[in-house]
């Protein structure tokens, strides 16, 4: 018996397709007889005719249906070692019948009115494992009421990406303008509390604007050590501070992706990266401990305050935003604004023409307290990166588990995929999957388990060619983490990457600050751009079916099997720096030669899914990867050499020595090799700096505020 088709109905209603395979579909040649879950297909055969070759089998096929993941797979078989009559016709017949008769579905986000009903009564109909096990987790009503908003907001901002809202404003100074109250003004208190403390201790007068109330996450954080070690570094943890953070650590990481329909060459054994993602942070710990010390170092935060717009003249920002409680409005200004909005940035999205991101990984779970049987999980392993199935409804559904407090579990859900109009990516969606799907991957009861809190969010990726050919930034206004969206999402959040840059982009925003170099010439050079990273965006754009396109339901498992097996034959340092971001030129190539040579298919399939423009835009990225590397290895030296001229240099020529140091952290950071903390700078975060003062009114620089921010609207 031979398979000889396997495709995915992305449906989740199984009785249907049986139905349309008993009653509606029609071979042009044969016989069909009816099975309980699918078909067969006869020839007529002449009485004398044995049934078939020396098997004895008839000639005939078979198919059958299952479901799995809310969608429904068919394969057919052939009985017998010979092709059946028109067998090719007959089954680009039944795929092409099966694709008309159920088309790939996008649905459309409900609308909602609460004021007439709870969140859980509105989304029922719709997602009713959703609506229900939220009813189940504590502060579930205002988490799933954030889903839905997260949702909406980003649905708008996919579907006006030709045309966003206009938020950023560029205004003549006034003629009596009062110096601004604050050096920074931060939006977004997630990953912007961390950057805002460590500039709070450097002296500058900060404030922290959060819409949610301060120190409340959707999301957990899992790190290394090893990274960890810059913030300690900075010295914005003590190393007794951090052993407090930890909730749980983990002695090795599992990467696994099924393989049960793939080819020999397109299976691989379990990845094992024991340093990966393997200590688990306490998220919402950690924030209030970073609120806390920028309380201390003189900084203020507003929680429960939503950013609204922001005017920007040649000498500040005015930022105006409302108290949700009270709906009063809030107005402040501020030598330049940080935008750590994330994803749902109203201000990135206008900077970059709508265009901010390329993909996103909608994501969504749970913590879960308890009520897994013994021998489900042992805590002392975490999933990095897993699946346990097929293509699902045009996605490749991933999950990661990792060990948190006592006995519970860190759940996350997602998939990989290209930002589209029609198509956008839609959390509740992925919670519909997660709560179905979970028995399926972890043996539980649902009824049984204890649910802690949700985690959801949408994670950003762009398919950077090179460094400067996305926005971060225009006169005073400068994106950081998920806004600035210029990491992979391979494995790390914004979190990871904000923390693997702390450093550099600390010491460089200080620069700027100190000097006043904050027009968009000079804060776009503070960014965390890696070519070595900018060149995976290939690698992520193999494991997006792209929106309306059917494709071979083992095609992502058998890429990423190939990959990842090759990886596992590298050494685990290599491994370990691949997946940190950190990889070099020579073993990406090694590995990219040693992929082609084991799987040629390879290529071909990255091209159907990526298209040839793509294929070409990547090959600049590359090239761009490859120049970067010869620089990096030629001016080894020049970092060196940098901060040896940084008492001539920077007092006389500040912007100079901006641009220097800038590209000092990039020839270094690019190839993986990031730099440690510098003295200076170090001493300073320690407590024996003097507070910075800014002057009482920057220099005015009537031509860039306007004429900069203008070309951007």
């Given amino acids: 018996m031979n398979e000889i088709l396997y495709v995915e109905i992305p449906t989740p209603d199984i009785a249907a397709v049986r139905h349309w395979l008993h009653q509606v579909y029609t071979p042009s040649w044969g016989e069909k007889i009816s099975t309980p879950d699918g078909f067969r297909l006869r020839a007529p055969q002449p009485a004398d005719t044995a049934p078939s070759a020396e098997k004895g089998l008839p ?57 007439q009903q709870s969140i859980f009564d509105a989304l029922a109909p719709h997602y009713p494992l959703t609506a229900h096990y939220f009813r189940r987790i504590p502060n579930g009503e205002a988490d799933l009421t954030r889903v839905y908003w997260w949702e909406q907001r980003w649905r708008n901002g996919a579907q006006q990406r030709r045309s966003p809202q206009p938020v950023v404003f560029p205004v003549p100074e006034a003629e009596h303008n009062s110096p601004p109250s604050y050096d920074l003004l931060y939006i977004g208190g997630a990953l912007g509390v961390i950057h805002a403390a460590v500039m709070a201790r450097l002296g500058y007068r900060v404030l922290l604007v959060e819409r949610l109330p301060f120190g409340r996450m959707n999301r957990e954080w899992n790190i ?14 003590t190393p007794e501070e951090f052993e407090t953070l930890i909730a749980a650590e983990y002695e090795d990481g599992l990467h696994k992706f099924f393989d049960g329909n793939n080819p020999p060459q397109c299976r691989s054994p379990v990845l094992h990266t024991p340093t990966v993602l393997n200590v688990a942070i306490d998220a919402e710990k950690l924030l209030r401990l970073c609120g806390d010390k920028l309380r201390a170092a003189g ?62 990984c909608p994501t969504v779970g749970a913590v879960i307290a308890d009520g897994f049987e013994p ?15 097929d293509i699902s409804r045009g996605r490749q559904l991933i999950w990661e588990l990792f060990p948190a407090q006592g006995k519970e579990l860190t759940f996350y859900l997602f998939h990989y995929h290209q930002v589209n109009a029609e198509n956008p990516g839609s959390l509740l969606e992925m919670y519909e999957d997660f709560f179905t799907v979970l028995p399926e991957y972890r043996r539980c009861n649902l009824d049984q388990l204890t649910w802690k809190k949700a985690t959801f969010g949408y994670i950003p990726g ?18 950081i983490g998920d806004a600035a969206s210029l990491q992979s999402p391979l494995v790390f959040t914004g979190f990871g990457a904000l923390v693997r840059n702390l450093s550099r982009l600390t010491d460089l925003l200080d620069t700027a600050l100190r000097h006043d170099l904050l027009r968009a010439s000079h804060l776009n050079q503070i960014r965390a751009f890696q070519s070595n990273i900018a060149v995976t965006w290939l690698f992520s754009k193999g494991m997006m079916v792209p929106t309306g396109k059917h494709v071979a339901p083992q095609r992502v498992n058998a890429m990423l099997n190939t990959f990842f097996g090759i990886l596992g034959t590298e050494s685990t340092d290599i491994a370990d720096r ?32 990526a298209g040839s423009k793509d294929i070409l835009r990547w090959l600049g990225t590359y090239l761009s990867f490859s120049l970067t590397a010869l620089m990096s290895w030629a001016l080894q030296w020049l970092p060196g050499v940098v901060r040896s001229l940084q008492t001539t240099l920077e007092p006389r020529f500040p912007a100079l020595w901006l641009g220097l140091l800038a590209r000092s952290y990039a020839i270094t950071y690019t190839m993986g090799k990031p730099q440690p903390i510098h003295a200076s700078l170090a ?31």
């Fill in 224 to 237: 290394s050590r090893m990274e960890f070690q810059s913030l300690i570094d900075l010295g914005l943890f």
């Fill in 375 to 389: 021998g489900v999980w042992d805590s002392r392993f975490g999933d990095v990166l897993f699946t346990h199935g």
């Fill in 299 to 360: 900084g203020t935060i507003w929680d429960e305050t939503e950013f609204e717009r922001v005017e920007v003249s040649p000498s500040g920002v005015t930022l105006q935003a409302v108290h949700l409680p009270s709906q009063a409005p809030r107005t402040v200004t501020a030598r330049l604004l940080v935008d750590a909005m994330g994803t749902a940035s109203p201000i990135a999205g206008q900077l970059n023409g709508g265009h901010a991101f390329d993909s996103v």
């Fill in 683 to 713: 001493r300073r975060l320690q407590g024996g700096q003097s507070p910075v003062r800014s002057p009482a009114r920057s220099t005015p620089q009537a031509p860039s505020a306007q004429s900069n921010i203008g070309n951007k609207i």
């Fill in 59 to 115: 000639t005939e096929l078979s198919g059958f249906v299952w479901s799995a993941m809310r969608t429904t797979y068919l394969k057919v078989f052939r009985w017998g070692d010979r092709p059946f009559p028109q067998e090719s016709y007959l089954l680009q017949q039944l795929v092409a019948a099966l694709r008309e008769a159920f088309p790939h579905y996008y649905p459309q986000l409900p609308t909602l009115d609460l004021a």
């Fill in 462 to 479: 762009y398919f950077s060619v090179r460094g400067s050919d996305r926005t971060i930034a225009v006169d005073r206004i400068l994106a």
């Fill in 578 to 609: 691949f997946i940190k971001d950190r990889t070099g030129w020579v073993p990406f190539n090694r590995m990219a030669v040693k992929a082609a040579l084991q799987n040629p298919k390879l290529l071909l399939w990255i091209w159907e899914l």
